[in-house]
């Protein structure tokens, strides 16, 4: 306990900075979990099959967005 009150800031920025910084390892952590879960969902070949729409609607003249 010693060890704690004797490394805790105690100016109110030097806290703000310390909660800005577990907050952002946090939002990181999340972000590296959600999308290795999800990571599995996107396969190669939907991948190949997004970049190959793309390619027919260039090709075309027409814009991706409105391909259907």
């Known amino acids: 306990m010693d060890l704690v009150k004797k490394f805790w800031p105690r100016q109110m920025v030097a806290q703000l900075v310390l909660l ?18 999800t990571g599995s969902l996107l396969h190669p070949l ?15 003249g027409t814009t991706a967005l409105f391909c259907g």
């Open 20 to 37: 800005l910084l577990v907050a952002l390892l946090l939002a990181n952590l999340i972000a590296v979990t959600g999308t290795q879960l």
């Open 46 to 60: 939907s991948r190949s099959l997004a970049v190959e729409r793309l390619s027919v609607g260039v090709s075309d």
